[in-house]
């Protein structure tokens, strides 16, 4: 998770537009707006002239940019050649002060973990032999408690079920990088707990393959960094406002979220097409580690709206990697 201090998004509304369909929305009084977000650089309204436009102030940080909070809905369509999403906005049930902006376009998508079945893994080449996953860097951990429930749940496995155990009894589980900063120790290139193709369970996180053996959700045995991809819960806060509100965006992990060197993967799952497989909706497949994250309350009017949402019709704005892409014929070269 990060915090920070919104950047202003200045005044990009034209004017609001009503929705098509006469009549107040059906999802009830606790979500505070529905939006769709243009990304990308003077995006427009099919056949609204100059009515609305988007310039190209973003958030920062290269997170998916979200417009202002309005108290309308738009169904519309838009030409532009950047990606374009959508968003619902939801007032936290159980925190007075936490508002709630959730990517619709990725929770409704297909995305699922294809690790060992296609996953290229987070190098600055594609390395699928290796099965590292995005395991190769480690996973920081979020604080004492992320720490103390990885120490516990190592102390289940054997030298039959993590092959890096020796390794970890000799000179610890955690690295400290900085201040108040820990990530787990590497060896030959990986987190610690990956066990590498030709060890007896197969490859993959030993702390995962020891959740699938005795019944547990990986996310009561893993770090949280670990458990949440490919989720994200950005936190920010406007300073200059001084309301002490807390917003949150409930969006996909994209390589941005790695920092600088994310830049660098020759491949990430959630741009990639091969990885929106899944049979469910992100917000039914992740449905425990949603929970976890927001709570069960305000995971029950998420999961309520998009319900609803993908009943009523039009399709919510599809993830930009579902959508495929079309290469016609090529012009050839006229004989002199």
């Known amino acids: 998770m990060t915090r920070r201090a919104p950047h202003r998004v200045g005044d990009i509304l034209g004017r609001s537009w009503e929705a ?6 059906s999802f009830g009084p606790r979500v505070a707006a529905v939006e769709r977000e243009f990304e990308g650089f003077r995006a427009r309204l099919a056949g609204a002239e100059s009515a609305f436009e988007i310039g190209d102030e973003r958030l920062g940080g290269g997170d998916p940019p979200m417009l202002p909070t309005v108290a309308a809905k738009f169904r519309c ?16 049930p ?23 079945n296609g996953c290229q893994g ?3 080449e594609e390395a699928p032999e290796l099965v590292h996953g995005c395991c190769s860097y480690g996973a920081h951990a979020s604080g ?25 009894k000799k000179k610890g589980i955690w690295v400290k990088v900085a201040k108040d900063d820990f990530r787990t120790r590497l060896v030959d290139g990986a987190c610690i707990f990956l066990n590498r ?68 993967f020759a491949w990430w799952c959630t741009e990639e097409p091969a990885a929106f497989v899944g049979r469910d909706a992100v917000y039914r497949s992740l449905e425990p580690e949603l929970r976890k994250m927001c709570g069960d309350e305000l995971f029950e009017m998420i999961a309520g709206y998009l ?9 919510p704005v599809r993830h930009p990697a579902e959508i495929p892409i079309v290469i016609g014929p090529t012009r050839t070269a006229r004989s002199a």
């Open 20 to 25: 098509h369909r006469d009549g107040t929305t």
């Open 77 to 92: 369509v838009a030409k532009t050649t950047g990606a374009v999403r959508e968003w619902v906005t939801f007032k936290d």
């Open 94 to 116: 159980k925190r007075k002060k936490h508002v709630w902006h959730v990517d619709v376009t990725f929770m409704t998508s297909h995305w699922s973990c294809i690790f060992g």
């Open 122 to 124: 987070v190098l600055t």
């Open 144 to 168: 004492p408690k992320d720490q103390t429930l990885v120490n516990k749940a190592a102390k289940l496995l054997d030298d039959d079920t993590w092959q890096h155990r020796k390794r970890a």
């Open 197 to 264: 193709p030709g060890f007896a369970t197969g490859p993959g996180c030993a702390l995962h393959q020891l959740a699938e053996r005795t019944g547990q959700h990986h996310s009561d045995l893993k770090p949280e960094v670990c458990w949440q991809l490919p989720l994200r819960n950005i936190e920010e806060y406007d300073e200059d406002a001084d309301d002490g509100i807390v917003y949150h965006r409930l969006t996909e992990f994209a390589r941005h979220g790695w920092g600088e060197g994310g830049e660098e």
């Open 307 to 315: 319900d609803e949402r993908l009943a009523m019709g039009p399709a």
